[in-house]
């Protein structure tokens, strides 16, 4: 998740990849990447909800610019807030992070907000 929120709002400059808010459904540069449509898609449903926590936390900055400490506060204050929905419970009682991708999106997308 680190990972995610760190490129969604400073990309990777080392790796010339811009920042994934940047990126667009209809956008050229991901067109070439197999599933780009939909994974730049479900990214930006999970940081609706990264924002969604950061503003409760008070981690959002209010000039809506990104630097690395900002973008470390906010995933320091936002994981915890998070976290209960990466972990699914098993048949007999068990938790596991192994929980698909596609799940945990779907349990972001039912909290408020």
């Known amino acids: 998740m680190n990972g995610l929120i760190t490129k969604w709002f400073l990309g990777d400059k080392e790796n010339n990849i811009p920042p994934y808010r940047l990126l667009h459904a209809n956008n050229?540069?991901?067109?070439h990447v197999k599933n780009?449509?939909?994974?730049?898609?479900?990214m930006g449903k999970v940081m609706e909800k990264v924002k969604h926590f950061g503003i409760t936390v008070d981690a959002w900055p209010s000039?809506?610019?990104w630097d690395g400490n900002k973008v470390a506060t906010l995933y320091s204050k936002v994981w915890p807030l998070l976290d209960p929905y990466m972990v699914t419970q098993g048949k007999h009682g068990a938790k596991s992070t192994a929980k698909s991708r596609r799940e945990q999106i779907e349990q972001l997308e039912n909290i408020g907000g």
Do not use: A, L, Q, V
Not at 28 to 31: A, C, G, S, V
Not at 36 to 42: A, H, V
């Open 28 to 31: 050229n540069f991901i067109e």
């Open 36 to 42: 780009g449509k939909r994974d730049i898609s479900k």
């Open 63 to 65: 000039n809506g610019r």
